[in-house]
């Protein structure tokens, strides 16, 4: 009872326990249990590179898979360098989002199995649509293909003046 001093090792070959069971290490594993909050000043590291937490800016590595089962809030940016995989919806909040590519070369929205969908309009392959009517444009290497009416407020003009509609009168002018 009262404190003790050591100036050496204190060897133990049995279990360790502070007040029953506070602060345990068992002696055939090395398993430890901390009833309380465990507190570290210096850096952290598991096995070395796996797990590490670095005391002066909280940065965190791991070095294998991160699993998370619950919510996850990152008040920052966040930073991916490989392919990102979600199995669900990308819900954006922003008043003004957007989406930026600024790479050199393209970007590329694609579905594996079925259609995009922009706002209203629907792309499959290279048909553009709506639900419904999927093939209302269809685009290729010798031209575009409508399907149904085609509506315009302003002058048609056909093969740089070879024919022209105007669409105030609706006179028609054939080169």
């Known amino acids: 009872t009262g404190a003790?001093?050591?100036?050496?090792?204190l060897g133990v070959t049995g279990n360790f326990a502070v007040a029953t069971s506070?602060?345990?290490?068992?002696?055939?594993?090395?398993?430890?249990?901390?009833?309380?909050?465990?507190?570290?000043?210096?850096?952290?590291a598991v096995a070395t590179n796996k797990f590490t937490v670095v005391a002066s800016s909280g940065d965190?590595?791991?070095a294998g898979t991160?699993?998370?089962?619950?919510?996850t809030t990152m008040s920052s940016t966040l930073g991916v360098t490989g392919?990102?995989?979600?199995?669900?919806?990308?819900?954006?909040?922003?008043?003004?989002?957007?989406?930026?590519?600024?790479?050199?070369?393209?970007?590329?929205?694609?579905?594996t199995s079925?259609?995009?969908?922009?706002?209203?309009?629907?792309?499959t392959g290279a048909a553009i649509g709506i639900a419904g009517a999927t093939s209302i444009i269809s685009v290729a290497a010798g031209g575009v293909t409508l399907t149904g009416t085609l509506a315009t407020s302003g002058d048609v003009?056909?093969?740089?003046?070879?024919?022209?509609?105007?669409?105030?009168?609706g006179n028609t002018a054939v080169a």
Do not use: C, P, Q, W
């Open 83 to 111: 392919v990102t995989t979600l199995a669900d919806d990308l819900i954006m909040s922003e008043t003004a989002a957007a989406i930026t590519h600024s790479g050199t070369t393209g970007l590329a929205i694609t579905s």
């Open 66 to 71: 991160l699993a998370v089962t619950g919510a």
């Open 22 to 44: 506070k602060f345990t290490v068992a002696a055939s594993s090395g398993n430890t249990v901390v009833a309380g909050t465990l507190g570290a000043a210096g850096n952290f």
């Open 60 to 62: 965190t590595a791991v």
């Open 157 to 169: 003009t056909v093969g740089a003046n070879k024919l022209t509609v105007a669409a105030a009168s």
């Open 114 to 123: 079925g259609y995009v969908n922009v706002e209203s309009v629907r792309f």
């Open 4 to 9: 003790t001093t050591l100036s050496s090792t």
